[in-house]
């Protein structure tokens, strides 16, 4: 996110806006794979406390782990998505 590209001449006012937008939009897609990862892992933990009676107490504790790091996830997700919209909004006056 630096001021001046790699040829080390300044860049245009519109042209780091635009960097700016791609970088947020970026991690706000790598926010959504996360959460929608750490959901899954939580599900298949749930199933596995069910299905091995023996250890439910270790995979309701992954359960509950995996369901927090969604819960981050999505929250870091919606605010990329409003990081994003707002380097849109400063971007070029089209």
Do not use: C, D, W
């Not at 519109?14 to 899954?40: D, F, I, P, S, T």
């Not at 995996?66 to 999505?74: F, I, L």
């Amino acid at each position: 996110m630096g001021r001046h590209s790699s040829s080390g001449k300044p860049e245009a006012g519109g042209e780091q806006y635009r960097k700016e937008e791609k970088h947020h939009k970026h991690m706000e897609n790598l926010a959504k794979l996360g959460a929608v990862a750490a959901g899954a892992y939580a599900r298949h933990e749930k199933h596995e406390a069910r299905k091995n009676p023996e250890h439910a107490r270790s995979h309701k504790i992954k359960e509950k782990i995996a369901a927090t790091v969604a819960a981050g996830s999505a929250g870091f997700a919606i605010h990329e998505h409003h990081k994003k919209k707002e380097a849109k909004k400063n971007g070029s006056p089209l």
